[in-house]
């Protein structure tokens, strides 16, 4: 029915002959924004409050957030595809890259990584599909009962259960609460749809789907059997339900990244479309992601994009195996709520298996952690980066890893600028 138009949240991306949705936000509310909207050209403002704006162009509707999400509805059941849903505490934007490329970009869409949200999937849904025959889908967790109404978008055809960590644990809930959120997405899926989930014992006693696919680190149905690094590069064994396959891919993955690969190959398998042995062994990780290069010959890793202590958790296992000596450079783990102080404690611990912790504190929930490695602790970025280039040597490896909110990068950037 709104096939035609673009939609818009953000009054300050209007563009004529849009329709501008207002939201409820936690900061502000796009009804404060209406008027500004179709002052820009908007030809709709949808509505879930009275506004102060001509009525032939408002759109009112009980909840404005619902209105997106059956708007997505209606687009993808017309076009009926075959959606292939993915969710997890860490890995979902790697992975759904890797399948939807495999599948190719004729036939397949996929939603941008930042686009995972019940405002964000169908959003892009509505702006940017067009009817390709698969829908790859990104679902993100914030609370208990984000995944269901995503599901309410597009229901999965294969549901994709990457891992369960303790993420968002402070909005979410607690563990059980995440667990049980995260299993939507299989308890959502259509009738007679396929589960592909990590192999955790944890994870699958709840499960009781007739198709059901596992992968894991050596167990599974599909199972990354072994790896080992070279240089900047990683050779990693698979097996899958007929062969065993190398790849040797072009960067260094850790092994969270690697067990991702075996959910991967699970999915190709079961929509029957071959891996791409070149696309696979090709991809780099996404800016941010761990992502690992040579600066000076110090081995840097770029993890700024998030962190949760589970992606802690392989970074280090990972960061220990690539250099001589082993650093970090880490900030808080937002979201914890009231487990703020055992997740930072629980992170501390972690750090101890490295030769040198900086603790950038531009934020006080860091504030939580100790740990006996600790050689730095500062909320200045330049400060870092002038210790840093007195104690690395050549061979060496840093780790830059904090969540979202604390920009980590920009103490990488300034440590990149500093150095050449
Ligand atoms: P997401 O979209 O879920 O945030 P990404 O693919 O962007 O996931 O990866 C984010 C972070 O999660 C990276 O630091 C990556 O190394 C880490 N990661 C990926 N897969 C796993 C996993 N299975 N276990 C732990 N950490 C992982």
Redesign the pocket.
Known sequence: MYDEYDFVIDSRKVTPGCIFVAIRGEKTDGHFYVQDALCKGAKYAVVEKEVDAPASQLIKVENTVDFLINTAHDKVQKYKPFVIGIT??????????LISRSIGKENCFANP?NF?TEIGLPLSIINHYHGERYLVL?M?MNKFGDIAKLCEVAQPDVSVL??V?S?HRGVAGNDQAILEGKLQIIEKMRPNGTAVV?NDERILRKISTPFLATFGYRKGDYQLLDYCYHDLSTTAVYKTASETVEFNLKSIW????L??IAAVLAVLDLIKVNYNKDLIENFS??Q???KVFKHRDIIVID?C????L??F???IETLRKLGKRSFAVVGSIKEQGVYSAQTHQELGKMLEALDGVIVYNSDHEIDFMSCSKEILRTDDAEQVVLFLRKILQPQDVVLF?ASRAVQIERVLEKYLEGSK
Do not use: W
Not at 254 to 257: F, I, R, Y
């Open positions: 997890g505490s860490n890995g979902k934007t790697t992975t759904k890259e990584g995972n990104e993100a990457l891992n960590g993420a990590i850790n092994t969270g990244q067990t991702n990780p996404v941010g992601r761990f993890d994009y998030n962190a949760s589970e992606s958790k392989v970074a890893k």
